[in-house]
């Protein structure tokens, strides 16, 4: 074989033993789990190696064509899983054209980075969008002091800074009832529970989430994320009240778990049939993926959503308005967990307790 040759069947094996990799159903560990993560990048690599393979083997061993074959299966697997978020796919929220104020909602997710300290970026970006919710994730006391003066307009707030990379912070423009500080899983990772009240006088029911990743300097597993996400999910199941959860859920959102999350739930996701907004890592261009999640019920449609400008952190902040009309039920299709899917998501949750 010359260098060619081995360089092709060496990037070949990578990107197929990457996405057997991510077929196994070993349930938690971290090193399986990691391959939901990248499949843009694996299928990238799949396509660059099927394009060399038609360029420099001539096919004259059954090995060609072994290797060949997988890699298109490969790269079909890969890009059944991902092709939802594209353009090209139906989308499952619809679009609301219109300037009804009084029943719309918008949302800025920014994952600060804890040791960031460009506190003006994200402030100028909160000034020129103006959204009427805004949360925070890794924000500590510092990052506390930084944000004090979005209380003039932002005056109801959920408080929980820490120092472990976990720490949350929701600013309101509008009234919050019955706000909480939940610990779902860990005594160290903080939730948000709450009602809030729209201009219309509509509660909607938010939840705030920020679970740890499976990496080896987090978690050596995906159990805890994994049972965060299904108990709230299982906590709206059914619900006839508006629902709205967001957060950096540490998860992409073509993974199993975060399938399996939306289909307990029933909730929607906005990004299918419209992009990936990929909002990690904002420092490599070539290694990102959507980690930053906005989900809502079938209350809703999309008005706006947009993937923000870098604020010195590794995440990227994302945006999201909606429009509030319950007869949206009847419009828009919810996915729904079968048996055997909720079997499954129990497990998780009783092995996590």
Same mark, same amino acid.
């Given at each position: 074989?010359?260098i060619?040759?081995?360089?092709?069947?060496?990037?070949?094996t990578?990107? /197929?033993?990457?996405?057997?990799?991510?077929?196994?159903?070993?349930?938690?560990?971290?090193?399986?789990?990691?391959?939901?993560?990248?499949?843009?990048?694996?299928?990238?690599?799949? @396509?660059?190696?099927?394009?060399?393979?038609?360029?420099?083997?001539?096919f004259?061993?059954l090995w060609?064509? @072994?290797l060949?074959?997988?890699?298109?299966?490969?790269?079909i697997?890969?890009?059944?899983? /991902?092709?939802?978020?594209?353009?090209?796919?139906?989308?499952?929220?619809?679009? !609301?054209? +219109?300037?009804?104020e009084?029943?719309? @909602?918008s949302?800025m997710?920014?994952?600060?980075?804890?040791?960031?300290?460009?506190?003006?970026?994200?402030l100028?970006?909160i000034?020129?969008y103006?959204?009427?919710?805004?949360?925070?994730?890794?924000?500590d006391?510092?990052?506390?002091?930084?944000?004090?003066?979005l209380?003039?307009k932002?005056?109801?707030?959920?408080k929980?800074?820490m120092?472990?990379?976990?720490?949350?912070?929701?600013?309101s423009?509008f009234?919050?009832?019955?706000?909480?500080?939940k610990?779902?899983v860990?005594?160290d990772?903080?939730s948000?529970?709450m009602?809030?009240?729209?201009?219309? +006088?509509?509660?909607?029911n938010?939840f705030?989430?920020?679970?740890?990743?499976p990496?080896p300097?987090?978690s050596?597993?995906?159990?805890?994320?994994?049972a965060?996400?299904l108990?709230?999910?299982?906590?709206?199941?059914?619900?006839?009240?508006?629902?709205?959860?967001?957060?950096?859920?540490?998860?992409?959102a073509?993974?199993?778990?975060?399938?399996?999350f939306?289909k307990?739930?029933e909730?929607?996701?906005?990004?299918i049939?419209? +992009?990936?907004?990929?909002?990690?890592?904002?420092?490599?261009?070539?290694?990102r993926w959507p980690?930053?999640?906005?989900f809502?019920s079938?209350?809703f449609?999309l008005?706006?959503m947009k993937r923000?400008?870098?604020? +010195?952190?590794?995440?990227?902040p /994302?945006?999201?308005?909606? !429009?509030?009309?319950?007869d949206?039920?009847?419009?828009q299709?919810?996915?729904?967990?079968?048996?055997?899917?909720?079997?499954f998501?129990?497990?998780v949750?009783?092995?996590?307790?």
């Amino acid at each position: 074989m010359n260098i060619v040759t081995i360089l092709i069947v060496a990037f070949s094996t990578v990107g /197929i033993l990457s996405t057997v990799a991510s077929l196994i159903k070993w349930r938690h560990d971290w090193w399986i789990r990691v391959f939901d993560f990248p499949r843009l990048q694996i299928s990238t690599l799949i @396509i660059l190696m099927l394009i060399c393979s038609f360029v420099f083997y001539n096919f004259a061993h059954l090995w060609h064509f @072994i290797l060949a074959g997988l890699l298109i299966a490969c790269l079909i697997i890969q890009a059944a899983k /991902i092709y939802r978020f594209t353009p090209f796919a139906r989308k499952q929220v619809l679009g !609301y054209k +219109g300037n009804d104020e009084k029943h719309t @909602i918008s949302i800025m997710v920014s994952n600060v980075l804890q040791t960031n300290r460009k506190s003006g970026k994200l402030l100028e970006l909160i000034k020129k969008y103006q959204p009427d919710i805004i949360l925070t994730l890794e924000t500590d006391k510092w990052w506390e002091e930084q944000l004090t003066e979005l209380e003039k307009k932002w005056p109801y707030t959920i408080k929980k800074p820490m120092d472990n990379l976990y720490g949350m912070h929701l600013f309101s423009r509008f009234e919050l009832r019955n706000a909480q500080i939940k610990f779902l899983v860990r005594d160290d990772i903080p939730s948000f529970e709450m009602q809030v009240v729209l201009k219309s +006088g509509d509660l909607v029911n938010v939840f705030c989430l920020h679970p740890k990743p499976p990496f080896p300097s987090e978690s050596d597993t995906s159990l805890f994320r994994d049972a965060e996400l299904l108990i709230v999910g299982k906590k709206v199941e059914n619900s006839k009240k508006p629902v709205l959860i967001f957060g950096d859920f540490n998860d992409v959102a073509w993974s199993h778990s975060t399938q399996l999350f939306q289909k307990v739930s029933e909730l929607l996701d906005p990004r299918i049939g419209r +992009g990936f907004f990929n909002t990690f890592n904002a420092g490599y261009p070539l290694f990102r993926w959507p980690l930053d999640h906005i989900f809502h019920s079938d209350h809703f449609k999309l008005v706006k959503m947009k993937r923000l400008k870098n604020i +010195g952190s590794d995440h990227f902040p /994302i945006y999201s308005k909606l !429009y509030y009309n319950p007869d949206y039920q009847t419009e828009q299709d919810e996915p729904d967990a079968d048996g055997d899917e909720m079997e499954f998501a129990n497990e998780v949750i009783d092995d996590a307790r």
